[in-house]
Each structure stands twice: as C-alpha cells, then as structure tokens.
C-alpha cells in the first residue's frame, strides 16, 4: 500500500474550510485513501468530522495512504493539496 508524507501549511490546519478543501479532493479520487498523524490510527480521508477529530494544525505532518489502482496519483493530488495554504 503507497504511503506519502505532507506537511499541512494551512494557517487554520485541516479545520473548517481547509478541511472541506481537502475531503472533497480525497473523495473524488478514484481510490479510497486513509490519512493519519504520525502517532495515530488512520481515519478516512473523505470523512469530514474524520479529518476534524484528528485535530492537525499548520506544520504538522500526516501520512496519507491508498490501495488500488491509481493510489499513488491519488497521493500525490492530495499530498500537493496538503503542502499549499488552502486559506486563501
């Protein structure tokens, strides 16, 4: 199963608008991807109150994974939607 690593650089971490960004991202992608803190257990990265219970903020890291087909261009999507300020 592909893993990838991303620094989340959102201001506001994955709460509120960066974390609508980014779980309508994973949810149209063609695979099913799981992301997680370093320390923690993977949630469903097209679940919002998922992402809302992991409680990441700008600068921390995660780790995102998929299985399937296409899972590691699914990753790399997501992974370069993480590293941007989804703020603005």
Excluded: Y
Aim: net charge negative; charged share 25%; proline share 6%.
């Amino acid at each position: 199963m592909p893993e990838r690593t991303a620094v989340v650089a959102s201001k506001a971490g994955l709460h509120a608008r960066p974390a609508a960004v980014f779980v309508k991202a994973a949810a149209e992608q063609p695979t099913k991807v799981s992301i997680r803190k370093p320390d923690g257990d993977p949630v469903d990265a097209s679940s919002i109150l998922s992402i809302m219970t992991l409680g990441v903020e700008q600068g921390d890291q995660v780790i995102l994974s998929a299985e399937g087909e296409k899972a590691d261009a699914a990753l790399d999507t997501l992974v370069a939607l993480l590293e941007r300020d989804l703020d603005e």
